[in-house]
């Protein structure tokens, strides 16, 4: 990707249902939940005001991000700085800022219309 370009955060969040295990990272510019070959992306909600990335080895919890997405305006795929490594920047905008509250980095993309389309289903998780 060599331009930055904006999706809703409806059509991202339904995209990375369906690729936890292309994460590479994720959090805040507070803090930052980092993949190994032994743990495992979890999603999960606590309501609609609340949406929960965690991050697992077996069955113990290592890391958890919790998303409000009623401030998200909208989600910024950033340039890639690395071949191996796509931003998504998830950006609260109000009348007197703009900021990244939340970012993932994937090993990919979105490729194509249809998987920005796609509704989360298990056959489609890789």
């Known amino acids: 990707m060599d331009a930055p ?10 995209w990375l249902l369906t690729h936890p295990n292309c994460i590479v990272r994720a959090g805040t510019p507070d803090t930052m939940i980092y993949d190994d070959e032994d743990l495992h992306w979890h999603f999960a909600a606590e309501g609609p005001e609340t949406l929960v990335v965690q991050v697992l080895r077996g069955k113990r ?32 905008e109000n009348d007197s800022e703009r900021f990244a509250a939340y970012s993932f980095a ?14 989360f289903t298990p056959a489609r998780v890789h």
């Open 5 to 14: 370009f904006t999706i809703s955060f409806e059509i991202f969040w339904g």
């Open 61 to 92: 919890l290592l890391g958890e991000l919790l998303l409000d997405p009623e401030p998200i305006a909208y989600v910024q795929a950033v340039p890639q700085e690395r071949q191996d490594e796509h931003v998504f920047e998830l950006i609260v």
């Open 106 to 119: 994937l090993i990919h993309g979105i490729e194509d219309e249809e998987e920005e389309k796609a509704e």
